[in-house]
């Protein structure tokens, strides 16, 4: 047993984390896959979730230490942070998914089912549902980010640092979605030749940009939100609104466009943390 003493969370509850996230998710993609009820994936976004607090209690017993209940959660994530993370939560997710749809749009006008709508009935119409599903997909979304940003990004960062922490777990996230992606249905408007690395570029930069955010606010409730607004946005409200042939390879999580804006952000991360870095 290797107990890293300078370490919040030990090696072992990180071994432990790995397995369990993969096996317990894995269970639950199968029984989606071979049935197709939506209710699997529900339980199979807490995974990451149950495993975090598996793990987390694994390392307070090896290193003997007595956390209260607050104490314990503190650790994956449930601490306080300004309100400007959540906010940005709500509008980042607009900024490398509403401009690529705003383009595609643009070029494709019939595709829009709004096209020709005054923008005041527009908005009427979509702005409720952006506020209000934000906070019914919290509920999945939080799953994910306990184990994710809540447990697994600090716990690397301590190890490997930030930069490669936030790249690995971006692309660990990015293929935990990959059974479904290639056996069951998501994102199945696409080819599968092209659905898989435009899907790891996609979500793996996403995940830098969630872990990130929840890094600079020190809790995993921004990561949350960002999360909610992310499904929330493109799968409850943009896609239905939007067809075509070429849509997914242009638009959401598989889409040129998106994949662009998602890595500008990304590039702007990388420019903050280098004048962090210099007027530090």
Not at 83 to 89: A, D, E, F, S
């Amino acid at each position: 047993m290797n107990v890293t003493n300078n370490t919040i969370w030990t090696d072992e509850s990180l071994k432990v984390f790995f397995i369990l996230v993969i096996v317990l998710s894995l269970i639950f993609e199968i029984a989606y896959i071979r049935t197709g009820i939506a209710y699997f994936v529900l339980i199979m976004m807490w995974m990451p979730a149950v495993s975090a607090i598996v793990a987390n209690y694994v390392s307070a017993r090896q290193k003997k230490e007595k956390l209260s209940l607050k104490e314990f959660f503190a650790r994956i994530g449930f601490r306080r942070c300004k309100i400007r993370y959540m906010i940005l939560g709500f509008l980042i997710t607009l900024v490398y998914l509403l401009i690529p749809y705003m383009i595609y749009w643009k070029i494709y006008p019939e595709d829009f089912a709004y096209n020709g709508v005054p923008l005041n009935l527009i908005l009427a119409d979509l702005v409720p549902a952006m506020i209000i599903n934000n906070f019914i997909n919290l509920i999945s979304a939080t799953g994910e980010e306990i184990g994710w940003r809540g447990f697994l990004v600090p716990a690397l960062k301590e190890r490997i640092g930030l930069k490669k922490t936030l790249i690995y777990t971006g692309l660990f996230w990015s293929c935990w979605h990959l059974p479904i992606l290639i056996f069951g249905n998501y994102m199945a408007e696409t080819s599968l030749w092209y659905r898989i690395p435009a899907f790891i570029l996609c979500i793996t930069g996403a995940g830098i940009i969630f872990g990130y955010l929840a890094d600079v606010s020190g809790s995993m409730w921004p990561a949350a939100f960002l999360h909610a607004s992310h499904n929330n946005y493109d799968q409850g409200i943009f896609q239905l609104i939007t067809r075509g042939d070429k849509m997914m390879y242009l638009v959401s999580e598989t889409g040129i466009l998106t994949i662009i804006c998602i890595w500008i952000i990304v590039l702007i991360i990388v420019l903050i943390s280098k004048k962090k870095n210099i007027q530090n």
